[in-house]
C-alpha cells in the first residue's frame, strides 16, 4: 500500500486517483503527525510525502520516520512545487528520501518511478522475509546441536558409570567412543581387545553383522592388559536405529569369566556322575536278568509283573544318563556322528514301532503322511532314531488328552523333512526358539510333566552335526509340530 501525505486535499484528491488507475491501493494522511500515527500502525511500501505543510514540513516527517524502527525503512518520495532549488533537494535526500520531484508533475514519469520503487521495496521485503526465516533456521540447528550434543554427553556419562567395558561406533562401523574400561583390555580406542588364538576375530564377526545389520552375540576371551589373562566376555553390539536408517552401534563386554567357571564345573561333575552311575546301573539290569531267567516266573504270577516293571525303570534310568552322558560329550565336542549309508524309512518305521510297543497302555495312534524316503542316504542310524524317538515320546508325553500323532515326509532333490505332529498343549510363541537349548523347560508344563530339558538340546546337536535343520511351529492348546530336515547330498 501506498502513503500520500498532503494538507492540500486536491492534491490528495488527483495522486490518488493516478495512483488507483492503476490499481495501486492507496492510502492518505493530510498532516505530518497522521502520517506518523498510520505509519507505525500499517505497513506501506512507499510514502510520497509533500514538503509543504504547515506545523511540521516533509523534511521533519521524514526525519521522524527515521527514528523508529518499523517506518525507517519506507521509502519516501517528496513532492514540491515551491522549493525547488538545489539546497531543498539535498536537505530532501539527507532527511532520508529516495527521489525528490518538483511540480508540476508528469503522472507517467511520476507512475514509473512509483512502480520502480514500489517493486523494490517489494524484493527488499521479501529478502528480509527470507533472511528473517533463514536466521530462524540456523538458530534452531544451532540450538538442537546443542542439546543434541548435550543428550551425547549424557550417554556417554551414562555408558561410563556401567560396570561393563561399553562402547560406541559410528555408522561405518569404526569405534568412535570407549568408556574408562576399555582401557583395561586395549591400548587404543579405535582397535578390539586381542582376544584369545582359538576365539572368533571380533571384527570379522562384526563385520559380518553389519552386512546384514544383525546385532551380535558372541561370547570371546579377551586379554587383560595388567594380568595378561584371558578372560570369558559376552560382547554384545546391536545396531541403533532412526526410523528406518542405522544411525550407529552401541556395544558392551560383560566378563562373564565367574560363570563360565562355573558352567564347567557343572558340566565336569556331569560328566563324572553320569559315568559313575552307568557302571552300577549296567550291574542291576544284568542281575535282574539274570533273576527273572532263573526264577522263570510266569507271566500270569505278581512277582513277573515287579521284575517287568524293575526293568522298565532301569530302562528310564539308563535313557536318563545317556542323555547327560550326551551332553557332556557335547560340551567336549565329542559328540561324533557315524555316518553310513542307510534307509531312513527304516528307521522311521523302526522308532514308530519302538514307541507303539513302549507305550501300549496309552492307546496311541501314529499316521504316516508324505512321501516315504525310502532311498539310502548317508546318516547315522542311531542317532537320527534317537531324534525320532524323542520327539514322537514327547508327543505323546505333551498331549494328555489326544494321543493323535502324525508324520510326516517329504523328499525334494537336496532334502527330506520329517515332521511329527501332536495335538496337545502347544508352546507359547515367545518360548519356541528356547526349547532347543540346554535344561530349558517351559514353565507352564514343567511342574506337569516328568523331564529334564535336555532331550531337544541333543536333538539339534545332533541335526546340526548332520548338517540339517531342525524347528517347530506350535499353537498353545491346539497342537505343535517339531521337524528336521537331512541334506541328501
Ligand atoms: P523334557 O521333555 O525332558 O523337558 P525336551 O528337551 O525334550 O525336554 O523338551 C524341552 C521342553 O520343550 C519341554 O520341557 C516342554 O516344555 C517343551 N516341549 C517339547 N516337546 C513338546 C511338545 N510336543 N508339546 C509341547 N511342549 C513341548
Redesign the pocket.
Known sequence: MILIVDDNQNNIYSLKRLLESRDFQVDTANSGEEALGKALKNNYALIILDVQMPDMDGFEVAETFAGYSKTKEIPIIFLSAVNTEKRFITRGYASGGIDYVTKPIDPEILLLKVKTYYNLQEQNLAMKKTQQSLELEVKGRRESQVSMKSRIDYFHLMLEALPQIAFTLNEEGKVDFVNARWYEYSASDKEFPETHPDDPNIQEEFELCRKMGKALDLEVRIRNRGSGDYRYHLLRMSPVHEGNTLKNWVGTFTDIEDQKKVEKEKDEFLSIASHELKTPLTSIKAYIQLLERKLKLDDSCSEAGFVTKALTQIEKLNTLINDLLDVSKIENGKLKINKKPANLETVIHNSIETILQTHEENNIRIERHGTKPDMIMPFDEIRIEQVLI?FLS??I??SPKKQHIIVTTFVDDDEVKVSVT?F????PDFKQEA?FSKF???EE??LQ?Q???????ICSEIIKQHHGTIGLS?KINEG?T?YFTLPLH
Open positions: 524323542n514327547n508327543a508325553k505333551y501332536d496337545g498343549i502347544g508352546i526349547v530349558y523347560r517351559v508344563s514343567s510333566f523331564g529334564m530339558g535336555i532331550g531337544l538340546y506350535s505343535s517339531f
